[in-house]
Nanobody, 116 residues
Framework: QVQLVESGGGLVQPEGSLGLSCSAL????????MGWYRRAPGKQRELVAT???????KYGESVKGRFTISRDGAKNTVYLQMNSLKAEDTAVYYC??????????WGQGTQVTVSS
């Protein structure tokens, strides 16, 4: 069974930058799409960004042009570079992995707080 281990996150000022990473650990799994979702207090979970094994990316409307997702296939690791952060980006960010022939995997979540 795969385990998603997230790192990064924390407190950053508005217009600042922050990076997240997520590594898939374990044995015997094959991962297709990886990505990030987030949930802000009182709101539903929303798409941040996803990336396929071929590098095709998809972004949520609110982060387009500010966030960049990338992936290291050899390391089963996905990265999220967040620039020009806004207060409304404050949320718990969850790593996501679509597994072949298995259920989707989720990370434990990492808090991102944008505040002065």
């Amino acid at each position: 069974q795969v385990q998603l281990v997230e790192s990064g996150g924390g407190l950053v000022q508005p217009e600042g930058s922050l990076g997240l990473s997520c590594s898939a650990l374990g044995r015997g799994f094959i991962i297709n799409t990886m990505g990030w979702y987030r949930r802000a207090p009182g709101k539903q979970r929303e798409l941040v960004a996803t990336i396929t094994t071929t590098g095709k990316t998809k972004y949520g409307e609110s982060v387009k042009g500010r966030f960049t997702i990338s992936r290291d296939g050899a390391k089963n690791t996905v990265y999220l570079q967040m620039n020009s952060l806004k207060a409304e980006d404050t949320a718990v960010y969850y790593c996501y992995a679509e597994q072949m022939l298995r259920s989707d995997a989720w990370g434990q979540g990492t808090q991102v707080t944008v505040s002065s």
